[in-house]
């Protein structure tokens, strides 16, 4: 079973930048859709960012407020998807997770399986 793991949060101040990673230690992520997510306190969870499978061409896509300032890239080596976030605003602040899709990044959150457990991040002066 595809068992994903976040890292990379932590505490921020506005402006800075970091880097999430999702990985799994069992099968290869190259066949898959990857998203990432993100739930703030009382907040509904919302889709970040997605990259597409190898097979797929590795489309990429992000909400309007992740656009310009985050990247999504995948690492076939290291069988990680990472999600650079630059210049973080304190609305960014929230569990981050990644999930894994078929293929294509699906419209539908529901499509997503294969949850991580998440990662905090926090931005705040």
């Known amino acids: 079973q595809l068992q994903l793991v976040e890292s990379g949060g932590g505490l921020v101040q506005p402006g800075e930048s970091l880097r999430l990673s999702c990985t799994t230690s069992?099968?290869?992520?190259?066949?898959?859709?990857i998203g990432w997510f993100r739930q703030a306190p009382g907040k509904e969870r919302e889709e970040v960012s997605c990259?597409?499978?190898?097979?797929?061409?590795?489309?990429?896509r992000y909400r309007d407020s992740a656009k310009g300032r985050f990247t999504i890239s995948r690492d076939k080596i290291q069988n990680t998807i990472s999600l650079q976030m630059n210049t973080l605003q304190v609305d960014d602040t929230a569990v981050y997770f990644c999930?894994?899709?078929?293929?294509?990044?699906?419209?539908?959150?529901?499509?997503?399986?294969?949850w991580g457990q998440g990662t905090q991040v926090t931005v705040s002066s």
């Open positions: 990259i597409s499978s190898f097979e797929d061409g590795t489309r990429t």
């Open positions: 069992r099968y290869a992520l190259d066949y898959y859709a």
């Open positions: 999930a894994a899709a078929g293929s294509r990044c699906s419209e539908f959150v529901a499509d997503f399986g294969a």
